[in-house]
């Protein structure tokens, strides 16, 4: 057996009641963290954007527009609901792969609504598009040293099989989706910081659920696309390299050890590498009870690759405040708080953000080889009076060794749809999602996350 045709057999077999309790429950949580993404993203810029453009091109009502107060056809709701996902920048994915579930929550919940699922094989779907999408991610981690950026290029593979799952595509039928959504991967890092980074996301989630529906419609493709053949290479070998694809790792330990244990999320609403030094700068405004008007200047140190993603003294936009660490830090120093209050268009030219922007350096430690998320972040802020507080910071609150608690993401989610639902509609889709594997159907949680009131 193949191994493009072992992995479409997990996909086939494998069994709800097969999957740890922990992770089980730790679906839920994502679960309830990722739609409250998805409903504060369909409130920014890109997100009201691609909502314009769903409706105008129309599409069967099949399922709903997160936020948007309407529906659509599958593959329309799946690329909005992707980019809302990923605009929002309060996801998080696993590390070295670089995959999440911005590429498999968005798409559950349409298919579901329109297929009947019931909660449980939600959560099995989601579950196992992610062990999927991860290890093929693992497999070609040089891709990203190519210029490929993973979200997109792998989570096409998850949507396709959270769709297929839902859609219960056979064995064949899913090897054929692999053949055809491997022909719409793409994505590159070049777009990182513009509006084209979340709709990438989008990409993933509408490529996956287009690739399944034309698979069981009996569209083929090239068997066994995992592998390179006499016709050419494969996907792996395509995007990684030929001979430095490891192929190996699309399989192992498949079904047995779990890498959505593995998953981040952030507790603060900007670029994975802000969570851990941002956490840090507010550890000590609040111990040393720390005033603006009382600082000189701040000191982050970073390894070399993080200070070149976050190095953005003047961010050209709102969106652009997200990926900047020197304006994270000054919305610690101004409001002792890093919420998604901060990052917005407002903030950005607030005259009082821009001198803040100014007081922050970022400091590339080369000497750092560790790759992140392990390691830590140094932060120091000097005060006028000569005095100065630093610390070391490891971990933070999101990350899967020091996990948000369920009430810290009931929280989060509150927060984050407070501007679309009602404290009513928002406690009622809270306890939906917590009880997801309890569900019939996810009928009534559709109609609240896409008819807010």
């Known amino acids: 057996m193949t191994i493009t045709e072992q992995v479409a057999r997990y996909a086939v077999?494998?069994?709800?009641?097969?999957i740890p309790q922990k992770t089980v429950q730790y679906a839920k949580q994502l679960a309830l963290s990722n739609l409250g993404s998805m409903i504060w993203g369909s409130t920014l810029a890109a997100g009201r954007i691609v909502t314009r453009f769903v409706r105008d091109i129309g599409g069967t009502p099949e399922a709903g527009v997160?936020?948007?107060?309407?529906?659509?056809?599958?593959p329309n709701a799946a690329l909005a609901n992707g980019n809302f996902a990923h605009s929002s920048e309060w996801e998080g994915d696993s590390r070295p792969e670089m995959v999440g579930v911005m590429t498999v929550f968005p798409v559950v919940f349409p298919v579901a609504e329109k297929t009947g699922a019931s909660g449980k094989e939600v959560l099995a779907a989601a579950i196992i598009a992610h062990e999927i999408q991860s290890r093929i991610g693992l497999a070609c981690l040089p891709a990203t040293g190519r210029g490929f950026f993973a979200v997109p290029v792998f989570g096409n593979f998850g949507a396709t099989?959270?769709?297929?799952?839902?859609?219960?595509?056979?064995e064949a039928q899913i090897c054929n989706a692999f053949g055809l959504v491997a022909s719409q991967?793409?994505?590159?890092?070049?777009?990182?910081?513009?509006?084209?980074?979340?709709?990438?996301?989008g990409f993933a989630?509408?490529?996956g659920v287009t690739a399944a529906l034309l698979a069981k419609e009996g569209i083929n493709a090239g068997a066994n696309i995992l592998e390179d053949s006499a016709m050419g290479l494969g996907f792996g070998s395509a995007v990684a390299g030929k001979g430095d694809y490891v192929m190996e790792k699309v399989t192992a330990g498949l079904g047995k050890e779990f890498r959505f244990n593995l998953l981040d999320t952030k507790n603060f609403p900007c670029h994975s590498l802000q969570q851990r030094p941002l956490e840090a700068a507010l550890h000590l405004v609040n111990q040393y009870k720390i005033t603006y008007d009382d600082v000189a200047r701040v000191e982050v140190e970073m390894s070399p690759a993080s200070v070149h993603e976050l190095d953005l003294l003047e961010p050209p936009d709102g969106e652009h405040t997200r990926v900047s660490l020197q304006h994270g830090i000054a919305g610690v120093l101004l409001e002792r708080q890093a919420d998604r209050t901060i990052f917005t268009e407002e903030k950005r030219v607030n005259p009082r953000y821009k001198e803040a922007r100014q007081k922050v350096k970022l400091i590339p430690?080369?000497?750092?080889?560790?790759?992140?998320?392990?390691?830590?972040?140094?932060?120091?802020?000097?005060l006028k009076n000569g005095r100065e507080h630093s610390v070391k910071w490891e971990a933070w609150r999101g990350y899967h060794g020091t996990p948000m608690t369920t009430d810290e993401l009931m929280a989060k989610y509150k927060d984050a749809t407070s501007d679309?639902?009602?404290?009513?509609?928002?406690?009622r889709s809270i306890e939906l999602v917590l009880n997801l594997e309890k569900l019939k159907d996810i009928s009534e949680l559709a109609e609240i996350i896409t008819f807010p009131k």
């Open 13 to 18: 077999d494998a069994n709800f009641n097969d």
């Open 66 to 74: 997160i936020g948007g107060g309407f529906k659509t056809s599958l």
């Open 161 to 170: 099989v959270a769709t297929a799952r839902l859609l219960k595509l056979n």
């Open 185 to 201: 991967a793409a994505g590159t890092l070049r777009h990182h910081s513009t509006m084209t980074h979340f709709v990438e996301t």
């Open 205 to 207: 989630c509408r490529n």
């Open 365 to 382: 430690r080369p000497d750092w080889k560790t790759p992140w998320p392990e390691g830590f972040d140094i932060v120091t802020i000097k």
């Open 420 to 427: 679309v639902l009602s404290p009513a509609r928002a406690d």
